[in-house]
T-cell receptor, first 112, second 115 residues
Framework: GQNIDQPTEMTATEGAIVQINCTYQ??????LFWYQQHAGEAPTFLSY????GLEEKGRFSSFLSRSKGYSYLLLKELQMKDSASYLC?????????????FGKGTKLSVIP | DSGVTQTPKHLITATGQRVTLRCSPR?????VYWYQQSLDQGLQFLIQ???????AKGNILERFSAQQFPDLHSELNLSSLELGDSALYFC??????????????FGPGTRLTVL
């Protein structure tokens, strides 16, 4: 089965840096995604990692260690609009499905 | 705008009733995924269709069913509704060549309230 853990809530200050961790246990690993979801809205794609290392994309970076079953999302220069839930999701390639298993999400509150 | 459309946006119904949720994927995407999101749970994968055929099944109840039509739109049917079925239902699509990582693009969701 799949198991994905991430903190339930985090608070950070505008302009600061925050790191959201995600640990997972899965089989047939075919990549890890981070999505952003504002309350009541659709999740939107942020980043993808399939090999170990850091992927940088503007203010957002994501890191993956497959051997440790660990990823983090790093948000720099936080803005108020970054207040949202951040969902870690693992893709499995069993039977050609490419389905995603999501963690419960980390609700980030950015305060002035 | 992800290019995935879902109707209706809101749905209010009574226990025991049946509803149908509709999803149109992004142009060219062959895969459609259905998810349920309730307040205390994350996004729960329900079912996936690829080019009209069921590809994978997740935590989908027997009271729920889905299908994908030749024009690739999909419908999720929920029957004998219970209070606990109240949730946001998302549809997502993906496909070869759509998105650099074959990532899933989510529709705006249908908020179902069962009274």
């Amino acid at each position: 089965g799949q198991n994905i853990d991430q903190p339930t809530e985090m608070t950070a200050t505008e302009g600061a840096i925050v790191q959201i961790n995600c640990t997972y246990q899965t089989s047939g690993f075919n990549g890890l995604f981070w999505y952003q979801q504002h309350a009541g809205e659709a999740p939107t794609f942020l980043s993808y990692n399939v090999l170990d290392g850091l992927e940088e994309k503007g203010r957002f970076s994501s890191f993956l260690s497959r051997s440790k079953g660990y990823s983090y999302l790093l948000l720099k220069e936080l803005q108020m609009k970054d207040s949202a839930s951040y969902l870690c999701a693992v893709r499995n390639s069993g039977a050609g499905s490419y389905q995603l298993t999501f963690g419960k999400g980390t609700k980030l509150s950015v305060i002035p | 705008d992800s290019g995935v459309t879902q109707t209706p946006k809101h749905l209010i119904t009574a226990t025991g009733q049946r509803v149908t949720l509709r999803c149109s994927p992004r142009s060219g995407d062959l895969s459609v995924y259905w998810y349920q999101q309730s307040l205390d749970q994350g996004l729960q994968f329900l079912i996936q269709y690829y080019n009209g055929e069921e590809r994978a099944k997740g935590n989908i109840l027997e009271r729920f069913s889905a299908q994908q039509f030749p024009d690739l739109h999909s419908e999720l049917n929920l029957s004998s509704l219970e209070l606990g079925d109240s949730a946001l239902y998302f549809c997502a699509s993906s496909g070869r060549g759509q998105g650099a990582y074959n990532e899933q693009f989510f529709g705006p969701g249908t908020r179902l309230t069962v009274l």
